[in-house]
């Protein structure tokens, strides 16, 4: 168990095992899109924008160092895993 919290190291584990894969993310979120809405890329997806009307992939969502981070390439938006 965590001294700050009662959650157990191994459930700590699990969540960060998560929230270092896109896919799992994406898919936990309802973001990953299926066809044309999605592409797969080094270290990730590009998946249509959730913060703009996207018609086709422009946000780019990867694992970086240990990180998601997401940029749409269409309206600049951008953001770590939490901001997602």
């Keep these: 168990m965590c ?4 959650v157990a190291d191994q459930d700590v584990a ?3 095992r998560a929230l270092c894969d896109p896919t799992r993310v994406l898919e936990a979120l309802g973001m990953m899109g299926q ?3 999605r592409a797969r890329q080094a270290g990730g997806w590009m998946i249509r924008c959730p913060v703009h009307e ?5 946000c780019s969502v990867q694992q970086r160092d240990g ?7 269409g309206c600049s ?7 997602l």
């Design 3 to 6: 001294a700050r919290c009662p």
């Design 14 to 16: 699990e969540i960060k």
């Design 35 to 37: 066809g044309k809405a």
């Design 54 to 58: 996207d018609g086709s992939p422009s």
């Design 67 to 73: 990180v998601i981070l997401w940029k749409c390439w």
């Design 77 to 83: 938006a951008t953001g770590d895993v939490l901001h």
